[in-house]
Nanobody, 126 residues
Framework: QVRLVESGGGSVQAGGSLRLSCTAS????????MAWFRQAPGKEREGVARILCENYSVLDTYYADSAKGRFTISRDNAKNMLFLQMNSLKPEDSANYYC????????????????WGQGTQVTVSS
């Protein structure tokens, strides 16, 4: 399994920005998905954004409604990194954010992803 390590979380005021990073221990080949999920206390883990890749190419991006227009998912092939740029943050964005990968091109659903990082905490104050 590729090991995933998230970073970049922290505390920010509403309206601010954060950039989350996920470093993969090795490059993934073939068809695969990389995604960001989040989980707030007492809530289920939910998908935030996903990219579908084939080798070095990003073929598609998808955002949950809560992320559209505010968050941007991207990757750096050379560094085996995935990013989530989060702008116009709201208190309801506060959660532990997880990076995840899966083979193939799965939907942005928790049960479709089988490799997870440990998470990074994001706290947005009003």
């Amino acid at each position: 399994q590729v090991r995933l390590v998230e970073s970049g979380g922290g505390s920010v005021q509403a309206g601010g920005s954060l950039r989350l990073s996920c470093t993969a221990s090795e490059y993934m080949h073939g068809q695969y998905a990389m995604a960001w999920f989040r989980q707030a206390p007492g809530k289920e883990r939910e998908g935030v954004a996903r990219i579908l890749c084939e080798n070095y190419s990003v073929l598609d991006t998808y955002y949950a409604d809560s992320a559209k227009g505010r968050f941007t998912i991207s990757r750096d092939n050379a560094k085996n990194m995935l990013f989530l740029q989060m702008n116009s943050l709201k208190p309801e964005d506060s959660a532990n954010y997880y990076c995840a990968t899966a083979r193939g091109w799965p939907a942005l659903l928790e049960e479709k992803f089988n490799n997870w990082g440990q998470g990074t905490q994001v706290t947005v104050s009003s």
